[in-house]
Antibody, heavy 119, light 109 residues
Framework: QVQLQQSGPGLVKPSQTLSLTCAISGDSVSSNGAAWNWIRQSPSRGLEWLGRTYYRSKWFRAYADSVKSRITINPDTSKNQFSLQLSSVTPEDTAVYYC?????????WGQGTLVTVSS | SVLTQPPSASGTPGQRVTISCAGSSSNIGRNTVNWYQQFPGTAPKLLIYSNNQRPSGVPDRFSDSKSGTSASLAISGLQSEDEADYYCAAWDDSLTGYVFGTGTKVTVL
């Protein structure tokens, strides 16, 4: 059974970088069939896919156009986890952030982290 | 959101409820549709994928269908525990990303 455990701060100041980590158990971040995603949910934007990373003989990353200039998703094979970094945050980035295993469908999800952007 | 759903749907216990999901040729028209169920304060849970496939534990009261650029989720024999938010989703080849529906809140009267 795959389990995803999220960690990271719940409060980030405007203009700073939001950083979250998703630890994987029951699977490998380097698994050839999986893709590791970040999604966020807010009342104003609904569920929004942010991006993913996956390994197919080499590492690939794909990002949503809405955040492409500010987002980085990285795997960490030594810790079997992957991370999200979102730079230059504004209050509009306040949301519940989820990690999830794909590629499609997203069959396992983390517990969610409420991140508030406020000074 | 790229996929459009009605904001709400309701029914009495035992009734059949249907939720629509409208997309386009770059998402539903080309790729499989997935459906997720979400209860307040919890993460979405995969409900149906790849043309009526259900993960272990999901009752067969839930079913889906697709026609062209639209899809629908049906709940037969509605039960009180089905009261939740439901989202459709699919890969979008034009956006090169995963897109979600606007969500439908199902209320059991």
């Amino acid at each position: 059974q795959v389990q995803l455990q999220q960690s990271g701060p719940g409060l980030v100041k405007p203009s700073q970088t939001l950083s979250l980590t998703c630890a994987i158990s029951g699977d490998s971040v380097s698994s050839n069939g999986a893709a590791w995603n970040w999604i966020r949910q807010s009342p104003s934007r609904g569920l929004e896919w942010l991006g993913r990373t996956y390994y197919r003989s080499k590492w690939f990353r794909a990002y949503a156009d809405s955040v492409k200039s500010r987002i980085t998703i990285n795997p960490d094979t030594s810790k079997n986890q992957f991370s999200l970094q979102l730079s230059s945050v504004t209050p509009e980035d306040t949301a519940v952030y989820y990690c999830a295993r794909g590629p499609s469908p997203l069959n396992y999800w983390g517990q969610g982290t409420l991140v508030t952007v406020s000074s | 959101s790229v996929l459009t759903q009605p904001p709400s749907a309701s029914g009495t216990p035992g009734q059949r409820v249907t939720i629509s999901c409208a997309g386009s040729s770059s998402n539903i028209g080309r790729n499989t549709v997935n459906w997720y169920q979400q209860f307040p304060g919890t993460a979405p849970k995969l409900l149906i994928y790849s043309n009526n496939q259900r993960p272990s534990g999901v009752p067969d009261r839930f079913s889906d269908s697709k026609s062209g650029t639209s899809a629908s989720l049906a709940i037969s024999g509605l039960q009180s525990e089905d009261e939740a938010d439901y989202y459709c989703a699919a890969w979008d080849d034009s956006l090169t990303g995963y897109v979600f529906g606007t969500g439908t809140k199902v209320t059991v009267l």
